[in-house]
């Protein structure tokens, strides 16, 4: 994930952060802590192209997203605790793809690496995700859903 994980909404909105490729080796899939604060199910909503993203991001190092009619996972490495500045490195390698276009009409490529920057809102509830570590290229909020 360029900037976060690498499906729909990177190809649409993140396409910034997208266009940066990676050896598909670069990512060690990494199991977080059930209490960490990504751990969880999220939605960016994407009103320009009236769609939104549904990522579900697991303690055990991978990520289930669904964009329009894609669904994907991915495996992910994501930092225990922010950066200095506040932020968390997440990388991600695109597993798996249903081979449907996403919001954007976009189809993700296997093998797809992205690296993005996430800031989470102290509320725990939101978060924005950023190509780099300040807030000038961020997409969101991406916004906490209950769990099921």
Request: glycine letters at 6%.
């Amino acid at each position: 994930m360029r900037a976060i994980r690498c499906t729909g909404l990177f190809t649409a909105v993140f396409s910034i952060a997208l266009s940066l490729p990676a050896v598909a080796d670069d990512v060690t899939r990494t199991p977080l802590p059930k209490d960490h604060p990504l751990v969880g199910t999220w939605r960016i909503d994407v009103p320009r192209l009236q769609c939104y993203e549904i990522y579900e991001i697991r303690p055990d190092g991978t990520t289930h997203v669904s964009s329009a009619k894609e669904r994907s996972e991915s495996e992910f490495q994501i930092s225990a605790e922010p950066s200095s500045k506040g932020f968390y490195q997440w990388v991600d390698k695109i597993v798996k793809d249903n081979g449907e276009p996403d919001c954007s009409g976009s189809i993700m490529e296997l093998g797809h690496v992205a690296t993005n920057f996430i800031i989470v809102h102290p509320s725990g509830d939101k978060f924005l995700m950023c190509e780099e570590e300040n807030l000038k290229s961020c997409l969101g909020p991406f916004v906490r859903l209950p769990d099921l």
